[in-house]
């Protein structure tokens, strides 16, 4: 079992940034593939960027790159998503996923992850 806790979301302003977290906790945190997601209301949970393990490579959404920066410390077990020039659109609960590698997966679906965290909200004012 994997236990994961998101914080850092927040109310900022157009333009503004955020950092969210995202603790780790019940497994050895390098095996896992790890992403985040999110889902505005009425619409399905999105992808957002995911680093495949501890040594691979790291994939955006085409609505984040070069706006979000995904990264992990695996001494603390925890995953991060800076997230800078944020846009009302960016409003979201945001969610962190975690699962087992497995290369016939494709981790940006959010159907191939088995572990979730309980979110964090996100809102953007214009």
């Known amino acids: 079992q994997v236990q994961l806790v998101e914080s850092g979301g927040g109310l900022v302003q157009a333009g503004g940034s955020l950092r969210l977290s995202c603790a780790a906790s019940g497994r050895t945190f390098s095996d896992y593939v790890m992403g985040w997601f999110r889902q505005a209301p009425g619409k399905e949970r999105e992808f957002v960027t995911v680093?495949?393990?501890?040594?691979?490579?790291?994939y955006y959404s085409d609505s984040v790159k070069d706006r979000f920066t995904l990264s992990r410390d695996n001494a603390k077990n925890t995953l991060y998503l800076q997230m800078n020039n944020l846009k009302p659109e960016d409003t979201a609960v945001y969610y962190c996923?975690?699962?087992?590698?497995?290369?016939?997966?494709?981790?940006?679906?959010?159907?191939?992850?088995?572990?979730w965290g309980q979110g964090t909200q996100v809102t953007v004012s214009s």
């Open positions: 996923a975690a699962e087992i590698w497995d290369s016939r997966r494709d981790y940006t679906r959010a159907y191939n992850y088995g572990y």
């Open positions: 680093k495949t393990w501890s040594g691979g490579n790291t």
